[in-house]
Structures are given as structure tokens and as C-alpha cells.
Nanobody, 123 residues
Framework: QVQLVESGGGLVQAGGSLRLSCAAS????????MGWFRQAPGKEREFVAA????????YSADSVKGRFTITRDNAKETTYLQMNSLKPEDTAVYYC????????????????WGQGTQVTVSS
């Protein structure tokens, strides 16, 4: 069992940056590949980025490539999402998840989820 808690969301102007964190407790996160998803109002949850068990490989959605970077620090049981050059269309609730597979762009591939953190990008 893994408990995930996201933090770092907020309100930022277009072109700005935010770093999201996903802190884990319970079973060590090195047992899981980790991913970030987002869900905008009225839309389905969509894949953003994923990282392998020890961070050697990453996989990102085309919409965020070159702007968002996923990393992890297993010693701190934390996964990060660095978001640069933010756009209004990035506005959403961002969720982290833990998966037994990598890459994992499908929500059904995730065993555990956090409660989400709101990111709002103003134009």
C-alpha cells in the first residue's frame, strides 16, 4: 500500500513555472514507476509524464515535451514535475500515480493515486 500526497500547485501567469511534488508513504516508491496526469474541468484525466523505477527513463505527452520534466528522488520518497513555459491550457488538477509498469500512459495502469493539486495558469 502506498499513500501519495501532491503539493506545489497554485496560480501562475502564462510563461511562468511551478514545481509539483508527490510525497509517498507506506511501501517504498522504488517499487513503482511513477506518473503524472491532469484533469481539466469537463475533461477526462490525461497523461502528462512517467518515470521508471530508478529514474533512468522518462516518457512524456507531446503536449508537454520540452516544457515539463519529471524526476524522482527515491531517498526522499518523492516524485517531481517541473513545469516551465506554462500556458493557460495547462490549467488542471494534477495527480500523481504509482504503477507496476513503465511506460504507463493509461490511467488503468496505475495502482495508487494522490488527491491532486490545482494548477491555474492565467493569460
Amino acid at each position: 500500500q502506498v499513500q501519495l500526497v501532491e503539493s506545489g500547485g497554485g496560480l501562475v501567469q502564462a510563461g511562468g513555472s511551478l514545481r509539483l511534488s508527490c510525497a509517498a508513504s507506506g511501501r517504498t516508491i522504488s517499487s513503482y514507476a511513477m506518473g503524472w496526469f491532469r484533469q481539466a474541468p469537463g475533461k477526462e484525466r490525461e497523461f502528462v509524464a512517467a518515470i521508471s523505477w530508478y529514474g533512468g527513463s522518462t516518457y512524456s505527452a507531446d503536449s508537454v515535451k520540452g516544457r515539463f520534466t519529471i524526476t524522482r528522488d527515491n531517498a526522499k520518497e518523492t516524485t517531481y514535475l517541473q513545469m516551465n513555459s506554462l500556458k493557460p491550457e495547462d490549467t488542471a488538477v494534477y495527480y500523481c500515480g504509482a504503477s507496476h509498469v513503465f511506460p504507463a500512459p493509461d490511467i488503468n495502469q496505475y495502482a495508487y493515486w494522490g488527491q491532486g493539486t490545482q494548477v491555474t495558469v492565467s493569460s
